[in-house]
């Protein structure tokens, strides 16, 4: 992940054209950038931003920020009640409690950014021992 000016870019290797490619996440607006060397790909990543920005001063439109601070969940409705009455227990507001849930989560390193265990990696290979 690199970071520059508060915007995110997910990075991948194209190993038959011999680059890197990245774009910018967490935005409607499209920015994109590539490199040869991972130095080229920093400076293209933040020539990239650098240009968003200048492009939407020009038009005199303010740029997408990554993360607004709001998103919407959708959840089963019995989630959101049992959720709603953890919240009034703990005497909090549905989104204190909610946002204090989310920073535990990712609190020290973020879970979430890991891959979720596929079926398959959970169980053991073909001709391999069962563990336990």
């Known amino acids: 992940m690199m970071e520059y000016h508060g915007y995110l870019a997910h990075v991948a290797f194209d190993n038959d054209a011999g680059l890197f490619h990245g774009q910018v996440l967490h935005t409607r607006d499209v920015i994109t950038f590539q490199g040869t060397s991972v130095e080229g790909l920093r400076a293209a990543f933040r020539e990239s931003?650098?240009?968003?920005?200048?492009?939407?001063?020009?038009?005199?439109?303010?740029?997408?920020k990554p993360c607004s601070g709001k998103f919407l969940v959708r959840i089963d409705p019995d989630l959101h009640r049992r959720v709603a009455i953890a919240a009034s227990l703990a005497g909090e507001s549905l989104n204190a409690w909610v946002s204090r849930c989310l920073e535990q989560a990712v609190v020290p390193a973020p879970a979430c950014n890991a891959p979720a265990a596929s079926a398959s990696r959970r169980r053991p290979r073909r001709g391999a021992a069962p563990s336990g």
């Open 49 to 64: 931003v650098d240009d968003y920005l200048a492009f939407c001063a020009q038009r005199g439109e303010a740029p997408e």
